[in-house]
């Protein structure tokens, strides 16, 4: 059936407009914007006044929420992730993979492959995998288990890939590792993004990636060697490398709110993506997630290793969202390009994801006056609504 949602402000995110109508037909597609759009006769309509109506968030970088973790043998578990995300304002995802070793990660890629680009009744659509490693640094894994750290090898990246039936999207790489920039070529090769992160290169080793096909950064300044004034290290590389893009965990735990401001600024908005990074736990009061042999605890809105390292997010993409808002980094048009319009592009989804314009996905998020998510459509069908939110 198709659906109109009228009478709210639209981010489309090229142009705001205060008071429109969104219609889109039976097959998920929207097919008018604008505040003169007609609606069918029977199209069922959702009233939108008091709302902001924006493309649906994009996390690309995301291990699980909720108590459910993408890094499962179980595809069901996947499934309920997508289904419990909706309601952070996510329309789309990918499952990000690391494992205690390569057979187990071999059943994660394999049950989040078996999942990916399928419909899900009720559910975020699930846009393929990240696998985070294995061929990264061992100095700077950060939190993930060593036995998962290996050396570049094409093919261990062939095995992976099968397993997960092509659905490997996005992968992370240490370049400066022997190696690596052969398997980068392959990657790049196999329409496989490649990510420098869990990283000690230096500024020209993280330069050279970039000239090589690399094209992100796996959460800016986590996992790498860091900034110094007499090396600047990858971070700055990718600065310097006009077609990367840049992972930010803008939750105040892996980021300062000046640091993202600083990196807005040097970059612009089209060339970041708000990512969470966030694990089982997420959203919820507390709780434990299983990293390897070790287990991190959600305590005070961190996610710790007994250590003390961070092991991955608590935030959700609609609270990240709101703090580059809060934090005075970009305003809301802006952060909704962040969070959706640049990772659409990132996965070669532009055409059809990221924007509120005839013939993209009627993949959307409605927030209220305070950018909480009041509801959330998939392909057109109304997944998510909150209680009361018309005020």
């Not at 062939?158 to 039936?165: G, I, Q, T, V």
């Not at 609609?318 to 996965?347: C, F, K, Q």
């Amino acid at each position: 059936m198709s659906g109109v949602i009228r009478g709210a402000r639209i981010l489309t995110p090229e142009e705001s407009m205060e008071t429109g109508t969104v219609v889109f037909d039976g097959a998920g597609r929207i097919t008018a914007v604008g505040s003169d759009a007609e609606p069918p006769p029977s199209a069922e309509i959702t009233e939108g006044r008091g709302l902001t109506l924006a493309p649906g968030f994009i996390d690309l970088h995301v291990h699980g929420g909720g108590g459910f973790s993408l890094a499962t043998e179980d595809s069901s578990e996947i499934e309920s992730y997508a289904r419990w995300v909706i309601s952070r304002g996510v329309t789309g995802f990918l499952a990000t993979v690391f494992a205690s070793d390569f057979d187990e990660a071999l059943a994660f890629v394999g049950a989040a492959g078996y999942v990916s680009d399928q419909r899900h009744e009720g559910a975020a659509e699930i846009l393929g995998i990240n696998l985070e490693g294995p061929f990264v640094n061992p100095q700077r894994r950060g939190a993930l288990p060593e036995s998962w750290v290996r050396a570049p090898n094409p093919v261990e990246l062939a095995a992976l890939s099968n397993a997960s039936e092509g659905s490997i999207k996005l992968t992370t790489l240490a370049p400066e590792i022997p190696n690596a920039g052969r398997l980068l070529q392959i990657a790049h090769q196999d329409r496989i993004v490649v990510a420098i992160g869990h990283t000690d290169a230096t500024y020209e080793e993280a330069l050279g990636a970039f000239e090589g096909g690399a094209s992100h950064v796996t959460h800016a300044f986590n996992g790498m060697r860091p900034f110094h004034h007499r090396d600047p290290g990858p971070v700055l590389a990718a600065i310097d490398s006009p077609n990367v893009t840049l992972e930010l965990i803008a939750d105040g735990v892996h980021l300062h709110p000046a640091t993202v401001r600083s990196i807005r600024r040097a970059v612009g908005t089209d060339r970041i993506t708000l990512v969470s990074d966030a694990v089982a736990p997420a959203g919820l009061d507390s709780g434990v997630f299983q990293l390897g042999s070790e287990k991190a605890r959600l305590t005070a809105g961190r996610v710790l290793l007994p250590d003390g390292t961070i092991a991955g997010g608590a935030s959700t993409m609609d609270r990240i969202v709101r703090n580059v808002v809060e934090w005075g980094v970009a305003g809301l048009t802006d952060a909704v390009r962040m969070a959706s319009t640049v990772p659409a592009r990132v996965l070669g989804l532009s055409e059809r994801k990221g924007r509120i314009v005839p013939g993209y996905d009627a993949d959307l998020v409605a927030l209220d006056s305070d950018l909480n998510v009041a509801m959330t459509w998939v392909a057109g069908r109304l997944v998510y609504t909150r209680g009361e939110h018309f005020n």
